[in-house]
């Protein structure tokens, strides 16, 4: 009986001790994405857009709005400063996540907002980090042929955008890459599947030895990126022109082709 009793006891304090061992254990924090280092980067090329007059207009890392040139004063005022699009600068970074390592594409981008939408008053700046993360072999589309637009299709695994907090505070590199890690560990926490892809519009003009060029994505065949939505309104089907040859007579980024080269290394020209 005693013998019995001293087995109960043992089995007992076995399990009490195993028990708080467990709950004893030291916190272990998930691993996050890592992003790498720069793999190419684009911080300068020119905008062009060609005004209801038929003519062209530009500024540098921003795609003007389409106004009228008796309207030109606007060009850099609050919400038609955005242009149509814009950039600080476009990096290509390597990405791991979970163990497999990806591509990710990096553009933050000029916007705002009015705080008194209804008297256009209180016009309030940000900085928007959108980012786009895809397998390494989708960066093998990326061709260009002289004189010939071309329409280059990614498949994502996922895209997301980060606005600046407070106002037009831009970002230092550690605090960029932390903020993008964290959305991404979220993403994945969520299980989500993403049905956006990057798109990019080329045209490679040889004569000047220049690329033109559109980066921008879309949900479910429906198109959006950074592009002012008020900017993009009034173009004479604009948003429907992205994907189409016929864009480059209407607006574009421009870029020489060894700058854009920098961007994307692996570049090749058929």
């Not at 004063?73 to 390592?101: A, C, M, P, V, Y």
């Not at 939408?117 to 940000?126: L, S, V, Y």
């Not at 173009?235 to 920098?262: A, H, I, M, R, T």
Request: charged share 25%.
């Amino acid at each position: 009986m005693k013998r019995k009793y001293f087995l109960v006891v043992i089995i007992l304090l076995t399990l009490i001790f195993l028990v708080s061992y467990s709950f004893a254990q030291d916190r272990k924090n998930e691993v996050l994405p890592k992003i790498g280092d720069t793999i190419g980067r684009l911080d300068k090329a020119t905008g062009w857009t060609k005004s209801p007059e038929g003519q062209w207009v530009n500024r540098q890392n921003r795609i003007p709005a389409y106004l009228s040139l008796n309207n030109e004063i606007l060009l850099d005022h609050e919400k038609w400063g955005t242009g149509i699009d814009n950039f600080d600068f476009i990096e290509l970074r390597s990405i791991n996540i979970e163990g497999q390592e990806y591509y990710i594409l990096i553009k933050p981008t000029r916007i705002g907002f009015y705080k008194y939408k209804n008297i256009m008053e209180g016009w309030t700046p940000r900085v928007k980090y959108a980012y786009f993360v895809f397998q390494k072999d989708e960066i093998n589309k990326i061709t260009i042929e002289k004189n010939t637009p071309k329409l280059i299709e990614i498949d994502l695994k996922l895209s997301y955008d980060e606005i600046s907090h407070p106002p037009c505070s831009e970002l230092s590199e550690n605090e960029m890459k932390q903020k993008i890690s964290y959305n991404i560990k979220k993403w994945i926490s969520g299980k989500s599947i993403s049905k956006t892809k990057l798109l990019l519009n080329l045209f490679y003009y040889d004569k000047d030895d220049v690329v033109r060029f559109l980066i921008f994505s879309v949900y479910r065949g429906n198109s959006f990126s950074s592009y002012g939505s008020l900017a993009m309104a009034v173009v004479p089907n604009g948003e429907e022109s992205l994907s189409q040859p016929d864009v480059f007579d209407k607006f574009y980024f421009e870029c020489p082709l060894d700058n854009f080269k920098k961007l994307i290394p692996s570049l090749v020209v058929q």
